[in-house]
């Protein structure tokens, strides 16, 4: 492996900056370098939110080139594919939270917001494997809607586990290093839902 690179997209509040932590610490305890870069939107909350995720044996810039990204985990649809179509490359995998979160610009009408169906069909285009769920309905059933950036990770470390630089256990421990102990219980339930999820959707990739 040369390089891993994962795009995470969502708005402000959905803990995309917590998911890259996790994901860099899995890294880091492999002997790997890691680089995080973020951008933002005008607003913090509700305003778009994405990181980028370089992960490799040498690793220098913290922002991808478009079309590079193996991996792109969307928290939300339009921002998922507002960075999906310009980072992930052919044939790399998308894990999509199809529950909607409107964004500054659709909700002040500058941006107009796709149905769910389309975007799903843009990502195919992109012959992208794309895995798509209400996941922030399985964080609700585990305990709070805040866990679905908790329950995307464990989807993707199940989907992705023979082809990712570090292993299921690895994230694991990444979560129950970042997150407050009094919620790390929680956590690592979001997290085995979304892996366990992975595993009967599998079959359809």
Known sequence: MKYYHIMIAGVGGQGNLLLSRIIGDAALSRGLRVRLGETFGAAQRGGSVHSHVRIGREVYGPLMLEDEADALLALEPLEGLRRGVQYLKEGGLAVLNTRKVSSIDVNVGIAKYP???????SFKKLKARIIYHDFTKIAEEVGSPRLMNVVIL???????????PFTTEDLRTAVRNRVPSRWVELNLRAFDRGYEFSKSYSSSL
């Open 115 to 121: 149905n769910i169906e389309e975007i799903i069909e």
């Open 154 to 164: 464990g989807v993707f470390a199940g989907i992705a586990e023979n082809e990712l």
